[in-house]
C-alpha cells in the first residue's frame, strides 16, 4: 500500500520512532533522574543501597562529617563579626554545609576550585586559613590568598564569570596532557546568566574537564526559583549543551559526596563536563545586609530545620559505630577553639601598605601603572610631612 503524503504528516513522531528503532535516542545518558539522588532519609537512616552512586566509605563521610561542623561553627562566627564591625558583609552558607564541604572533598589537592562569594565555608574546608578566606569580605584586598599555591581562584562576585574561568583553565590542563578537575560553585541565580551559558558551552564542545556544581538554595537572593526557570529543574539545562547531568538531595551529605565522586571522576576520565544539581536551602538571609523576611516567611525557613544535613550524617554515622559522644564532644571543642582563633585575629587591626593596591594588577606593571602608583607615593609623602610640620 503507497503512504500518502497526508499520512506521513499524521503520523506522530513516537510513531515515526517506533517504526525505526535502530535511531538512537539523542538524550540518552544526558538527562537527570527525576527524582534527587537520595541516600539517606531525613532522620540518617540509610535507603537501600544503589550500584549507580556507592556511598562513599564511612572514614570518608567522618572527615566530612568533621569538617561540616568546623565549617557551620566558622559560618556563625564569621556572622557574628559583621556585627561587630570586622567584616563588611559576609554571606552566610549555613544550612548548605553538605555541599560546601562535599564539593571540595570530592576533589584532589591538585583540582582547582572556583568559588563564589559564597563559599567561605568551602574554602576553609580545603584548608585555606580563615583569616586569609575573609580578608576579601572585610575589605582589605581583592583576595587574601595565593590562589595559584592552593589551587583555588579569588571568589567571584559577579555572577557565574567563574564557569568562563573554569573552563579556560580545565581546558588548559587538559591541553598540556594533565588530568586536573575544575569544580565550579554556582548558585541557582548564576544559571539565569550568559557566562553560565558561555562556560558550559565551551567546556561541552572542547570536552573540557569541568564539574559544575548547582546549588538551588531556592532564592537568587529574594527572586524564587518560579521566576527564574520553568524546566523541571536546573540540572535539565545540561541536555542543551550536551552535558550530562544529575539532581541530589543537597541536604543528604552522603548523596552529594557520592554523586560528586562520580561526576569527577567523570570529568578526570577525560569524557568532558558535568553538571550537579543540589537542592538545598540557605538557612540566614541572603547576607547580613538582606531583609529575608520580605520574600519568605518565618514557617519556610523552620520547615528546613528537620532536613539539617550535619543532624542527618550524625545520625547515620552515630548507627554505623562510626561516632559517639566523645567523638562528637571533641569535634566540638575543636570547633570551638577554631572559631576563637579567628575571632582573635580578625579582632587585630591589619596594617595596610596603600602602595598594594598596585600590586598584581598585571604580572609587568605598565607605564600608566607604574606611574600611577608614584603619584600616590607623592601624595602619601606629602601627608607624612604636613602631619611632620603640624
Keep these: 500500500?503507497?503512504?500518502?503524503?497526508?499520512?506521513?504528516?499524521?503520523?506522530?513522531?513516537?510513531?515515526?520512532?517506533?517504526?525505526?528503532?535502530?535511531?538512537?535516542?539523542?538524550?540518552?545518558?544526558?538527562?537527570p533522574r527525576t527524582e534527587p539522588v537520595r541516600l539517606l532519609n531525613p532522620d540518617g537512616t540509610p535507603l537501600p543501597a544503589r550500584d549507580d552512586y556507592p556511598a562513599p566509605p564511612v572514614e570518608a563521610?567522618?572527615?566530612?562529617?568533621?569538617?561540616?561542623?568546623?565549617?557551620r561553627r566558622f559560618d556563625v562566627q564569621a556572622t557574628a563579626l559583621t556585627k561587630q564591625g570586622r567584616l563588611a558583609v559576609y554571606?552566610?552558607?549555613?544550612?548548605?554545609?553538605?555541599?560546601?564541604v562535599g564539593g571540595v572533598l570530592a576533589l584532589r589537592d591538585s583540582d582547582?576550585?572556583?568559588?563564589?562569594?559564597?563559599?567561605?565555608?568551602?574554602?576553609?574546608?580545603?584548608?585555606?586559613?580563615?583569616v586569609e578566606v575573609l580578608t576579601l569580605l572585610r575589605g582589605d584586598w581583592h583576595c587574601g590568598y595565593d590562589a595559584a599555591a592552593v589551587h583555588t581562584a579569588p571568589q567571584c562576585t559577579p555572577l557565574a564569570t567563574q564557569c568562563v574561568h573554569a573552563a579556560g583553565l580545565a581546558?588548559?590542563?587538559?591541553?598540556?596532557?594533565?588530568?586536573t578537575v575544575a569544580l565550579a560553585f554556582i548558585g541557582d541565580g548564576a544559571t539565569s546568566e550568559g557566562d553560565f551559558h558561555e562556560g558550559v558551552n565551551f567546556a561541552a564542545v572542547f570536552k573540557a574537564p569541568v564539574v559544575y556544581f548547582v546549588q538551588n538554595n531556592k532564592y537568587a537572593i529574594s527572586v524564587p526559583l518560579s521566576r527564574q526557570t520553568a524546566a523541571p529543574s536546573l540540572a535539565y539545562k545540561g541536555v542543551g549543551y550536551g552535558v550530562p547531568s544529575e539532581q541530589v538531595d543537597g541536604n543528604d551529605p552522603v548523596a552529594v559526596l557520592a554523586v560528586l565522586t562520580r561526576a569527577v571522576e567523570h570529568a578526570r576520565a577525560g569524557k568532558g563536563p558535568f553538571l550537579v544539581e543540589a537542592h538545598t536551602y540557605r538557612m540566614e538571609p541572603h547576607t547580613n545586609a538582606d531583609d529575608q523576611t520580605r520574600y519568605r516567611d518565618a514557617e519556610e525557613v523552620e520547615a528546613w530545620r528537620d532536613r539539617d544535613p550535619i543532624a542527618?550524617?550524625?545520625?547515620?554515622?552515630?548507627?554505623?559505630?562510626?561516632?559517639?559522644?566523645?567523638?562528637?564532644?571533641?569535634?566540638?571543642?575543636?570547633?570551638?577553639?577554631?572559631?576563637?582563633?579567628?575571632r582573635d585575629r580578625m579582632n587585630a587591626q591589619p596594617t595596610v601598605d596603600p602602595l598594594s593596591l598596585f600590586d598584581h594588577v598585571y604580572a609587568e606593571p605598565t607605564p600608566q601603572l607604574v606611574e600611577q602608583r608614584e603619584q600616590v607615593r607623592a601624595e602619601l609623602a606629602a601627608a607624612r610631612d604636613e602631619e611632620g610640620d603640624a
Design 171 to 179: 581546558y588548559g590542563e587538559s591541553y598540556q596532557g594533565r588530568d
Design 61 to 71: 563521610l567522618r572527615e566530612m562529617y568533621r569538617r561540616m561542623v568546623i565549617g
Design 112 to 130: 582547582w576550585v572556583f568559588p563564589t562569594y559564597r563559599e567561605s565555608m568551602a574554602l576553609t574546608a580545603r584548608g585555606i586559613d580563615p
Design 312 to 342: 542527618r550524617l550524625e545520625a547515620f554515622l552515630r548507627d554505623q559505630g562510626a561516632l559517639d559522644d566523645a567523638a562528637v564532644a571533641a569535634i566540638v571543642d575543636e570547633a570551638e577553639a577554631y572559631a576563637a582563633a579567628l
Design 91 to 100: 554571606p552566610s552558607s549555613r544550612g548548605q554545609e553538605a555541599c560546601q
Design 1 to 31: 500500500m503507497t503512504t500518502t503524503p497526508q499520512a506521513v504528516r499524521r503520523a506522530s513522531p513516537r510513531s515515526r520512532r517506533k517504526a525505526n528503532p535502530a535511531v538512537p535516542d539523542p538524550s540518552a545518558g544526558l538527562l
